[in-house]
């Protein structure tokens, strides 16, 4: 029973161009997303996030978009860079703080120069 | 300012052994969470402690798998009886009170990478 949905495994990108991932969830009680990064042999490392009370939060180059009625949200990269190039899970969680995060099965981002 | 500091990088075991992996939380967090990622698959959430008490295992296999955070020195998840199977990669994050800013963000370590033979 997956939750958290990331439908594309894998994504490619030109660089300076915009990068889209996407991610649908099915519980409705979820009030908390969050966006991490992962490259190979790391840990996942935060990026950003956004709670149910916002349809979007910005940090530099990453927006994350949040559609409640859809149960669907997406990060933006614009513009893309080749550092950006690694997995990407989208995960969520009910309640604010000390609460286990559930996670997608990640999209794997390309960006080509 | 060490981040979550996992132990070992890379352990083989061969069936039937027992693995054990560690995990010391970044410091000031009091929450420890253990996920596991097969080849090719998300993390799968297992197990959340506090100091010296479990608060959600829900995900954590009802046989072989155990883990625990004692009052002192780090978290331990450990898996008796190997297979095959727990090959996987396991990650350990940790979360300060929720009380303080950044309690809904994990923060984790590189990860345990267990071959079972």
């Known amino acids: 029973d997956q939750q958290v949905k990331q439908n594309s495994p894998s994504l490619s990108v030109q660089e300076g161009r915009i990068s889209i991932l996407n991610c649908d969830y099915t519980n409705s009680m979820f009030d908390y997303f969050l966006w991490y990064k992962k490259y190979p042999a790391e840990g996942p490392t935060f990026l950003i996030s956004i709670s149910s009370i916002k349809d979007k939060n910005e940090d530099g180059r990453f927006t994350v978009f949040l559609n409640k009625s859809a149960k669907h949200l997406s990060l933006h990269i614009v513009p893309s860079q080749p550092g950006d190039s690694a997995v990407y899970f989208c995960a969520a969680s009910v309640v604010w703080g000390n609460t286990p995060l559930v996670f997608g099965k990640g999209t794997r981002l390309s960006v080509i120069a | ?117």
């Not at chain 2, 080849?39 to 197990?47: A, H, I, T």
């Not at chain 2, 990669?89 to 267990?114: E, I, M, Q, W």
């Open chain 2, 1 to 117: 300012n060490a981040g979550v500091m996992q132990n070992p990088r890379h352990l083989v075991r061969r069936r039937g052994q027992e693995a054990r992996l560690r995990c010391s939380p970044m410091k000031g967090h009091s929450h420890v969470y253990w996920y596991r990622q097969l080849p090719e698959e998300g993390l799968k959430f297992m197990v959340y402690l506090q100091k010296e008490n479990i608060i959600d295992e829900s995900g954590m296999p009802k046989e072989r798998f155990s883990a625990e955070f004692p009052k002192e020195g780090p978290s331990i998840l450990r898996i008796q009886q190997v297979v095959r199977g727990d090959s996987a990669a396991y990650f350990c994050a940790s979360s300060p009170y929720k009380g303080d800013s950044g309690a809904n963000v994990l923060t984790f370590g590189a990860g345990s990478r267990l071959t079972v033979l």
